[in-house]
Structures are given as C-alpha cells and as structure tokens.
C-alpha cells in the first residue's frame, strides 16, 4: 500500500466509434495548450468511512449523493472484485469533463477510478483484467459493454477493439500534425437515448459497407495515406439514425468542408462534434467557427485537441 500523502491521478477524455469504427474505434485527447480535458482523482488518505468531495467546472452536473457518483460505485465494485475489505479512502474527484457529452464522461471518472484504487492497492489486478472490471462498470450506465471508451481513457492513443481476443484492444497509427477540435454545445444527450435509436438490424449492403470503411480506415493509417483515412470517416450505423437528434451536423458539416476541414462527425453518443484539422492554423478557425455556430450556453466547451499518447496515470503531487 502506499504512503497516506496525497495521490493524483488522471484519466483524458475520448471519443467513442469515430465515425468509422461503432463500438469498435475510440481514441483519448488532450488539449494543445496543456490544460486538462478529464477527470482528476485525489486520494487524499484513509478514514474510517468513504468519502467523496466534488469540484470542477461541472461539478453541477453530478449527483447530489455521493453515494451515486460512479467514483463510489467503482470502489465498491473494485473491493468485490478483490474479495476482501479494503480500507476506506477520503476521496475528491475535479470534474473536468461535462456529463452525457460525448465524450466519455462516465468512462473517464470509472477509469480514473479503477486505475487509482489499483495502484493505491498494490496493482491486484492486472492491465487486461483491469480494463475489464472498468468496461462492466461503464455497461452499467451505458446500458451494454463496450470498451471504445474506457480503452483510451486507461491505454491512450487510437485503440481498436479487438472482439473475441484475449488483448482486447490494439494501438493503432496516427498521424501527429491533425488536430481535432472538440466542441460540446453545453446540452445533454443520454447515451441511452442516443443508443434507443439506432437499428436493430443491418442490411447486408450496410454490413458489408460499415466493414470496408473501417478496413479502409485502419489501412490508410499504417499507409500513411492521410487523403484515405479522412475519406474513410463515414458513419453507416449510427449517424443515419442519430441525425434527427442532432440536426446541426449536416449543416455544420457541409460549411466546415467547405473551409478544407477533412471531417465533422459526432464524438460517441453525442451532442459533442469533433472536427478533424490538417494543422493548427485550420483547426483554430474551425474552433472559431464551432463556438459561434455551435456552442450554445455557458455550460459549452471548445477544445483543440491532439491524439493523447497516455491514458490514465499518476500525476506529480
């Protein structure tokens, strides 16, 4: 166990599917400028009952009961995996990241969760089997078990999932001088609704054109063929059926290309977009463009991001 001074710890927010890639692709972020674009976990030593302060920009938008945070819920979930009783922790969670955004709120504050108690504790549990205990914890608020959010936030990178294998996910190539930007308009959008939408079923021209791109994308990127994996971002699952909830898109879309932005889609579930920049000049007028057209009250948030290279982890005291 370690010492009882003060612990740090980060998790980076993601995007889910990417366009491309539905519950299959999903890559971590962070900012340019150096600030954070996450949750931030404190330890801050053991007590005889958990506790929980909560702070940050949207502190609002959690649970009034601690009880219910999901940074509780973690604990508990990680002590019954372990078997055996734990020693209770004053715990305070900086929420940096806004809530059914879209940008893997829920798997941000789980990550970060699980990898602090695991490295709190000694590391019980191993990178695979830790990474699974997070995305049975993210399927409880989601509604299924999917890991194209929870993989980035703990590995960081671009991640693909790997079905049926025992690595579930792989680091996949990308390319260094994109830029993307973030933009949450400051809605809400419950990925269980956003999810309550989609197809049941795919038809056969759907299923084989969802495959294509996707191959098409992950072989463009160990080409370096950045011209193929910007056309490849193309949603055949779920932003036909997801449009009516955000009507903006198209419109967005249709502007940004118009400015030589390589792609606009929606970041998981949504109301996020992300926009896709081939350098920083262009990626700061998309953000211009993005807070004027898009950002729609004081809870918004415009970030130019570059691909993340680590996920959760300890940060210096």
């Not at 539905?22 to 009952?49: M, N, Q, Y």
């Amino acid at each position: 166990m370690q010492s009882h001074s003060t612990k740090r710890y980060y998790a980076p927010a993601s995007t889910g599917n990417l366009s491309v890639g539905f519950d299959l692709l999903g890559a971590a972020f962070e900012p340019v400028d150096g600030s954070l674009l996450g949750d931030e976990l404190l330890i801050l030593g053991e007590a005889t009952e958990l506790s929980l302060q909560l702070s940050g920009r949207y502190l609002h938008q959690l649970p009034a009961a601690t009880e219910d945070n999901l940074v509780f819920k973690a604990f508990y979930a990680f002590e019954q995996a372990l078997g055996r009783p734990l020693p209770r922790l004053r715990l305070q969670l900086n929420k940096h990241l806004p809530v059914g955004s879209g940008l893997g709120s829920s798997a941000c504050s789980i990550v970060v969760a699980f990898y602090a108690f695991n490295d709190y504790f000694g590391q019980p549990f191993s990178q695979s089997e830790l990474l699974q205990l997070m995305a049975v914890a993210e399927g409880g608020v989601s509604g299924s078990v999917h890991y194209d959010n929870v993989a980035p936030s703990y590995y960081g990178g671009l991640q693909l999932m790997l079905p049926d294998s025992a690595q579930i996910c792989r680091s996949l190539p990308w390319f260094e001088h994109w830029r993307v930007v973030l933009c949450y308009p400051g809605t809400v959008l419950s990925t269980k609704a956003a999810r309550a939408v989609l197809p049941k079923q795919l038809s056969l021209t759907d299923s084989i054109a969802f495959a294509g791109m996707l191959s098409r994308f992950v072989s463009a990127l160990y080409a370096g063929d950045e011209q193929d994996a910007a056309a490849a971002l193309q949603d055949r699952v779920a932003e036909p059926a997801r449009q009516s909830l955000m009507p903006e898109l198209l419109p967005l879309r249709t502007a940004l290309s118009e400015q030589g932005v390589l792609h606009l889609g929606i970041s998981g579930a949504g109301p996020t977009v992300f926009a896709l920049c081939r350098d920083d000049a262009q990626a700061a007028a998309t953000a211009a463009y993005l807070n004027a057209h898009y950002a729609k009250n004081q809870d918004a948030l415009t970030a130019i991001c570059r691909l993340a290279p680590e996920g959760a982890r300890a940060l210096a005291e």
